[in-house]
């Protein structure tokens, strides 16, 4: 089943734990990004990935690494995380022309 | 301004009325307009992919886009409780997707 997948899907965690969401996909898809979701804000991109190795900023990279060094996997890092990386993010991946294809996200609580 | 607009709702309505979404949007260089379905605890599942002007249909779900207007719609016919969901609307930009807040719509039995 062609699928993208998200572990943890639920965290808590205290400010300043380094903390690593992980995002694989099974499409052999190229290109993969990484959203967060707020109420009233709705979806923004964090970062994005065109191939392995290659990455770049979206809307709010403020706060985050991520890296790609094999094409199904797109981990999202947290060095440093504050309360207001409290959020629902989800990791996503395209292939081609196609449109973007959605995992079933990671709800994190920073306190 | 927000490049995209979306009205938040909440919209309520009987089961088997005709539902009408809505998204403005200020980027004239916006390709791909796209309406996701997002269910409760759940990531965005798409629904609707349109490429020009004019009108998609896929069952109960039609998607009208005019690029003149910048204005996209999401039209449900015969609703049902299972609709009920909140309704992202995205446009493509480069290499990025571009969402509206998103509509929280209830269907009721």
């Known amino acids: 089943e062609a699928q993208v997948t998200q572990n943890p899907r639920y965290l808590i965690t205290v400010t300043g734990k380094k903390l690593t969401v992980t995002c694989s996909q099974n499409?052999?898809?190229?290109?993969m990004s990484w959203y967060r979701q707020d109420p009233g804000l709705g979806l923004r991109q964090i970062y994005y990935?065109?191939?392995?190795?290659?990455?770049d900023k979206g809307d709010v990279p403020e706060g985050y690494k991520v890296s790609r060094k094999e094409k199904r996997n797109f981990p999202l890092i947290l060095e440093s995380p504050s309360p207001n990386q409290t959020s629902l993010y989800f990791c996503?991946?395209?292939?081609?022309?196609?449109?973007?294809?959605f995992g079933p996200g990671t709800r994190l609580t920073v306190l | 301004q927000k490049e995209v607009e979306q009205d938040p709702g909440p919209l309520s309505v009987p089961e088997g009325a005709i539902v009408s979404l809505n998204c403005t949007y200020s980027?004239?260089?916006?390709?791909?307009f796209m309406w996701y379905r997002q269910y409760s605890r759940k990531g965005p599942e798409l629904l609707m992919y349109?490429?020009?002007?004019g009108n998609k249909e896929d069952g109960r779900f039609t998607a009208q886009v005019d690029k003149s207007s910048k204005y996209i719609s999401l039209f449900i016919r015969d609703s049902q409780p299972s609709d009920s969901a909140t309704y992202l609307c995205?446009?493509?930009?480069?290499?990025?997707?571009?969402f509206g807040a998103g509509t929280i719509l209830r269907v009721k039995s």
């Open positions: 996503a991946s395209k292939g081609g022309t196609d449109t973007q294809y």
């Open positions: 499409m052999n898809h190229e290109y």
């Open positions: 990935s065109m191939n392995v190795e290659v990455t």
């Open positions: 980027n004239s260089a916006f390709q791909y």
């Open positions: 349109t490429y020009s002007s």
């Open positions: 995205a446009m493509d930009y480069g290499n990025k997707l571009v």
